[in-house]
């Protein structure tokens, strides 16, 4: 695998109203491709001073991905949900006793979603490389660029996370030390040059985990992916314990995350594994 740096140019934004002021021609829609079994003790970390007595409870979540169309630029994935091989085998064709179980109904995986928009995927921009968020790589294009945060590949364990990034011969990094800083959520980077599409380091829940922020023309939205797994994290303030690579770093985030939306009203926000709101 070669990796190879995304290339952008530095933002010169002052704060996030400038970026506001300036919306574009994009919009954004969730694909649901599939479903996994969280627990709500885990899922808001409990040992939190917030959390209060967080019980065991099981809940299905929606694995998401998210298909994002500019006007003049075209279509392009945030995410890569599951692909076809969870519809017989919860596992996905892995082995081990730390691969994740998924459940996928037919019709729900990533290519069938973009065969059936008839989407012309240009790019792919991966919040990070657990499997519920890139296994769907498998069954698409490998002729386009697939762009993870730079230090996320070096974490990623093809024994537990899979065998998603084989047939990918380049790997493209986005080193956010270069990036633009913002108060009070940043680094950003401008993903498609035109203040339409940014991408938001965040991380915690992995060394390179992004957030992406969709500036339309409606409203700015917010997909925090697993920044918050579930609405409830923002709502409380407390952020998640399990799947979570540092747990201190992932709640400040989700403070920072919090902090934006308490300034940034009129930014919509989708969770990780729950729809916007």
Known sequence: MRLKRYIYRKTKVENWTEVFQNPSQITVR???TGTVKINRRGTLNPDHPRAGDIQKEELEVPILAYWVHHEGK?????DAGLDASYILDPHGGLEGSAVDEFKLGEHENI???IRNNNIKLKTAFLSHLHADHAAGIRELPKDIPYVVSKGEYDAYQPEVNGNFLEGLEELYEIDFSQATELTPLSPIVDLLGDGSLWAISTPGHTQGHI?????????????AMDAAFIHENLERGVAPSDYTWDVEMAQDTLDKVIEFLREYPQVRVGAGHEDLK
Do not use: C, K, R, T
Not at 211 to 223: A, H, K, R, T
């Open 30 to 32: 969730s694909f649901q």
């Open 74 to 78: 075209g279509d392009f994935l945030l």
């Open 111 to 113: 290519s069938y979603h």
């Open 211 to 223: 957030s992406f922020l969709v500036n339309g023309m409606e409203m700015p939205i917010l997909l």
